[in-house]
């Protein structure tokens, strides 16, 4: 009763309402827009192509919540965005003007977006034209079209330049809309339009599993595999909520007649403080043999074909991925100086630990420690559920990265929807007698 009473909040704050409504709004615009086939394509002949391949082809079709196959304006997905992201966030380490602008504020923080935005349209540009020459090349009976029939109609550049056109200008759309989705609406909206494209497959994989066995159901097979998906999720629920709280003591100081501080204090850090980041940004990296195979770049086309099969070239280069930014994306997010610093200006320490350098090498020793459980947990989380199911033979890649990017999206979006009822007198989504998901108690 408590967690149906606190939903039944939700419709009690008007701004609540708007928000969610505005989400949902987002969300159905661009499950229409999956649908709409770029100009010039048979997405017929696509599906087949892509119902019979695992491995990257497999998991970016996932991402895009279907619109990779059906060769729909969203093609290229968020993936773009993603990457464009990625290279800000090593431009930061390694140039001194994008370094100052993230210490600008807002204003930094608004011209960072903006560059992200024209990184985007370019990179769009490079991989929507990657697209339409590997389209041209599955009309030939080697790359794997031929025997389904031609995917292009007429190849030529009328055909490349309306594909670059068709696709960048999706993936602005999608860019768009996310980011008023994350201002007007509630939680992320980059986060929540991956969540639909990923949930947005589960009645179809399902249709797939039952056409498979031709409608005869292996009961121990659906049991292991729900087993499969519901440990996954304890443990991706475990391990997101976990944080290790390092304790912080605040100095006495008076002034005037009014003593302040002397309080006690913790900094939490989490064990996975990369979040869903990591496999996003493996998978788009991952991405790029296949689009520089359109280029017939020298081993190219033999890198994506590893990739494309699933197997353990394409999982260890995942995993490996994986890991690696979960390192880099942390090391990026939390500076210990930084926060070493601003410790020392607030006059607090962590007991036993000198402020200043001591304080931020046991920051950064306590953080590679936590990022090691931390990035294991992710790669873990992304690999072994999908390889067991291919051992099962399930007939659609719905695995580790799904269940971690849809489990931690809800947590973050009902956490959002929580911390709205609250600063408005209403109790949480869990009620007052139990553990928020947020983390608090109730007092």
């Not at 768009?176 to 947005?200: D, K, M, P, Y």
Request: with cysteine; hydrophobic share 45%; net charge positive.
């Amino acid at each position: 009763m408590a967690i149906v009473s606190g939903f039944s909040n939700i419709t009690k704050v008007p701004e609540l309402r708007r928000r969610i409504a505005f989400s949902l709004a987002v969300l159905a615009i661009y499950r229409v827009g999956v649908f709409i086939t770029t100009p010039g394509v048979d997405r017929n002949v696509m599906r087949s192509i892509v119902s019979g391949e695992g491995g990257i082809l497999g998991l970016f079709n996932l991402f895009s919540g279907g619109a990779l196959e059906n060769l729909s304006i969203f093609a290229l997905g968020i993936m773009p965005y993603i990457s464009a992201s990625i290279i800000m966030q090593l431009l930061g380490m390694v140039s001194k003007q994008v370094e100052e602008l993230k210490k600008e504020g807002e204003a930094g923080r608004r011209k960072l977006e903006q560059y992200t935005r024209y990184g985007t349209i370019v990179l769009s540009v490079f991989q929507s034209f990657g697209v339409a020459l590997y389209l041209e090349g599955l009309n030939d009976a080697d790359m794997g079209g031929g025997r389904f029939g031609d995917v292009v109609q007429s190849s030529g550049w009328p055909f490349r330049l309306m594909t670059i056109l068709t696709l960048t200008t999706g993936t602005a759309l999608i860019m768009w809309l996310g980011e008023q989705a994350t201002e007007r609406g509630i939680g992320n909206g980059i986060s929540l339009i991956i969540f639909a494209s990923i949930v947005s497959g589960i009645p179809s994989a399902v249709g797939s599993y039952w056409q498979a066995n031709a409608g005869q159901i292996e009961p121990l097979t659906i049991a292991l595999l729900l087993g499969i998906i519901l440990v996954s999720i304890s443990v991706v629920v475990f391990f997101e909520r976990a944080q290790r709280r390092i304790p912080i003591q605040y100095a006495r100081r008076q002034v005037g007649r009014h003593i302040y501080g002397g309080r006690s204090a913790h900094l939490p850090l989490k064990v996975n403080m990369a979040s869903m980041i990591p496999p996003i940004f493996a998978s788009s990296l991952l991405l790029f043999p296949t689009t520089l195979a359109g280029f017939n770049i020298p081993g190219m086309t033999r890198l994506s074909a590893a990739l494309n099969r699933g197997d353990w070239v394409f999982h260890t280069m995942f995993g490996a991925l994986i890991i690696f930014f979960c390192f880099f994306y942390t090391a990026v997010t939390f500076q210990p100086v930084d926060v070493a610093d601003n410790l020392k200006k607030q006059q607090a320490n962590i007991p036993g630990i000198r402020p200043g350098k001591q304080t931020a090498e046991y920051l950064d020793r306590v953080l590679t420690r936590l990022t090691v459980g931390g990035s294991i947990y992710v790669a873990a989380i992304c690999v072994v559920p999908a390889v067991l199911s291919g051992a099962l033979r399930v007939p659609f890649q719905f695995g580790g990265t799904s269940l971690m990017i849809v489990v931690g999206v809800a947590l973050e979006t009902v956490n959002q929807i929580e911390a709205h009822l609250i600063t408005r007198s209403y109790e949480g989504l869990t009620g007052p007698r139990v553990t928020k998901l947020s983390g608090r108690r109730a007092t």
